[in-house]
T-cell receptor, first 114, second 110 residues
Framework: GGIITQTPKFLIGQEGQKLTLKCQQN?????MYWYRQDSGKGLRLIYY???????QKGDLSEGYDASREKKSSFSLTVTSAQKNEMAVFLCASSMWGESSYEQYFGPGTRLTVL | QQKVQQSPESLIVPEGGMASLNCTSSDRNVDYFWWYRQHSGKSPKMLM?????GEKEEGRFTVHLNKASLHTSLHIRDSQPSDSALYLCAASPSNNRIFFGDGTQLVVKP
């Protein structure tokens, strides 16, 4: 088994602020993902990374940057927080190969922008 | 355009009843389907996967897949209050990119 940790658990920011969210996994998975989930809604892909130093844009990449520093860690930066924004950011990881694999999710970072 | 459509958006069933959830993909390249369950305040966890035409049963949960129509359904028999959750359908072509639907919010009333 393995675990995904996300820090911080709660993040409160100010409008216009640059905010960074971090994710670590010990599954030894190749692929990592960042999703945004608005209250009661589905998951929208922001960025994903197939391997260390790789970066692929998802459907919601505008307004965000990401960095895959090493195989076990993947960071997401909100480049300029929007006023009254509230969402949960979920990190996930999976194996990679000529198929498609189950994703394992972290507990999430809950963002509130004042 | 949303690649994965789920219906209904919300569903209320009595305890002991049958819950039926639907999911269709608009991407003809999709080969894999999953159902994830997300309890309130928690992160999604994979419930069942199905990659071949037909039916798969695990306890009270049954999934069906029709690859020709890119339609999958999840059926929960003898529903329990603990089954109340957001059910997310996910679909993927063979490229590690998974598309999620907006989910069905299931409430099981005691």
């Amino acid at each position: 088994g393995g675990i995904i940790t996300q820090t911080p658990k709660f993040l409160i920011g100010q409008e216009g602020q640059k905010l960074t969210l971090k994710c670590q996994q010990n599954f030894n998975h190749d692929t990592m993902y960042w999703y945004r989930q608005d209250s009661g809604k589905g998951l929208r892909l922001i960025y994903y990374s197939i391997t260390e130093n790789d970066l692929q844009k998802g459907d919601l990449s505008e307004g965000y940057d990401a960095s895959r520093e090493k195989k076990s860690s993947f960071s997401l930066t909100v480049t300029s927080a929007q006023k009254n924004e509230m969402a949960v950011f979920l990190c996930a990881s999976s194996m990679w190969g000529e198929s498609s694999y189950e994703q394992y999710f972290g507990p999430g970072t809950r963002l509130t922008v004042l | 355009q949303q690649k994965v459509q789920q219906s209904p958006e919300s569903l209320i069933v009595p305890e002991g009843g049958m819950a039926s959830l639907n999911c269709t993909s608009s991407d003809r390249n999709v080969d894999y389907f999953w159902w994830y369950r997300q309890h309130s305040g928690k992160s999604p966890k994979m419930l069942m996967s199905i990659f071949s035409n037909g039916e798969k049963e695990e306890g009270r949960f049954t999934v069906h897949l029709n690859k020709a129509s890119l339609h999958t359904s999840l059926h929960i028999r003898d529903s329990q209050p603990s089954d109340s959750a957001l059910y997310l359908c996910a679909a993927s072509p063979s490229n590690n990119r998974i598309f999620f639907g907006d989910g069905t919010q299931l409430v099981v009333k005691p």
